[in-house]
Nanobody
Framework: QLQASGGGSVQPGGSLKLSCAAS????????MGWFRRVPGRDREFIAA????????YYVDSVKGRFTISRDNAMNMVYLQMNSLKPEDTANYYC??????????????????WGQGTQVTVSS
């Protein structure tokens, strides 16, 4: 199971750090990703990290503002979000691939989804 936390309400320009706790299996050999969804719109693949934490993917809209990281010993994945904008408002959730060898940068690799956490950016 995957459980995201750390969401909340923040003013534009603020920061939040999301956490994703994995239970039931180790994520050590799996890529991990973050997605977000706004009601009425398609799910958006925004960030991903390979199993070792040495490579990451970011969608253009969050590059330079968001940072994905992981702690395999703790079975945790994080998303540091800085310089938040109103358009970042969404429900954020983490995901894991079906197979440990799946490419981290392909949204189609992800088949396990967790509970999301809401992020609201508003003045």
């Amino acid at each position: 199971q995957l459980q995201a936390s750390g969401g909340g309400s923040v003013q534009p320009g603020g920061s939040l750090k999301l956490s994703c706790a994995a239970s039931g299996r180790t994520i050590e050999t799996y890529a991990m990703g973050w997605f977000r969804r706004v009601p009425g719109r398609d799910r958006e693949f925004i960030a991903a990290i390979n199993w070792s934490g040495t490579s990451a993917y970011y969608v253009d809209s969050v590059k330079g503002r968001f940072t994905i990281s992981r702690d395999n010993a703790m079975n945790m994945v994080y998303l540091q979000m800085n310089s938040l904008k109103p358009e970042d408002t969404a429900n954020y959730y983490c995901a894991a691939p079906v197979r440990s060898g799946d490419d981290y940068y392909r949204p189609s690799s992800y088949g396990f989804w967790g509970q999301g956490t809401q992020v609201t950016v508003s003045s």
